[in-house]
């Protein structure tokens, strides 16, 4: 894999990963369609390293909430080893409750893991789930603002959000996309529909590279790569930090109708480059 493969698809991994467009999906289509991939097997540890790439670009981003959120975890076990009650939860606390709750519908997919990762050479699902990643950011737009925080959102919020990070499993089903518009239609203010999923992200992420990385030890590891795999991972980091940034920005306009558009023409291209490979 030469310098600019692995830049690119660190590139493609950090925008599409926090942009609501799929990184699975676009790094699929870059792989078997473009033919812009690493050599044999060794895709599967550079996929682990890119997502742990972007999961560094999610801590720099949100490291005030991450810290509070530590700090509270700790206090949480003070409080249990000394039998304190407090009146009313922490913010923080909370959203560790939340977070915990919402990953749990990840455990539905261990049993059809296999399955779901086939899906990655499908590049006419691909297609068609970003057709549908593009029906609900189009739907998402037109909802009326929510106001629920981590205040205010109950358990069965976080369990529905995390349904619909479990179905983003599947390649061409942008994940951001799919927590931040179910957060939106369960009435989530839009900042912190933003926030939940991104942080939500932290152990799906974490969980899914520990699952792969032993897949991707036996694969095998080419050492002389390292130079190249860094600059994928900073490639991906950067420009996740940045996409989050951007996220963060059209959240407050509540507009995310033009990357409904886009996921409907990378939808039909797919399709088309499909049928024509």
Request: proline fraction near 3%; glycine fraction near 10%.
């Amino acid at each position: 894999m030469s310098l600019f493969s692995s830049f690119l698809l660190g590139l493609i991994q950090g925008i599409a990963e926090f942009l609501p467009i799929s990184s699975s999906g676009h790094l699929s289509i870059a792989q078997n369609l473009l033919g812009i991939q690493a050599v044999g097997e060794e895709h599967v540890f550079f996929d682990v390293l890119l997502h742990l790439g972007t999961l560094a670009a999610v801590f720099v981003a949100y490291w005030s909430d991450i810290v509070d959120m530590v700090r509270e975890f700790f206090s949480a076990i003070g409080d249990l080893i000394h039998h304190r009650t407090t009146p009313h939860t922490p913010p923080a606390r909370r959203m560790i409750l939340l977070i915990v709750v919402g990953t749990l519908p990840l455990f539905a997919i261990l049993p059809i893991k296999d399955l779901v990762e086939g899906l990655y050479y499908n590049t006419a699902f691909i297609g068609c789930a970003l057709l549908v990643t593009g029906v609900l950011l189009f739907l998402s737009d037109r909802v009326k603002k929510g106001r629920k925080t981590e205040k205010t959102a109950t358990m069965l919020d976080a369990v529905l959000v995390g349904v619909g990070q479990a179905i983003a499993t599947c390649p061409g089903i942008s994940r951001s996309g799919m927590t931040i518009c179910t957060g939106t239609f369960l009435g989530f203010d839009r900042r912190f529909a933003v926030r939940f999923s991104f942080l939500l992200s932290i152990p799906a992420v974490l969980g899914a590279n520990i699952l792969d990385m032993a897949d991707a030890v036996q694969a095998g590891i080419d050492w002389s790569q390292v130079p190249v795999y860094l600059v994928g991972i900073a490639a991906a980091a950067v420009s996740g930090y940045l996409c989050i940034r951007l996220i963060r920005m059209i959240a407050d306009k509540g507009r995310f109708g033009f990357f409904a558009y886009y996921c409907w023409a990378a939808g039909a291209i797919t399709l088309l480059l499909t049928i024509l490979h």
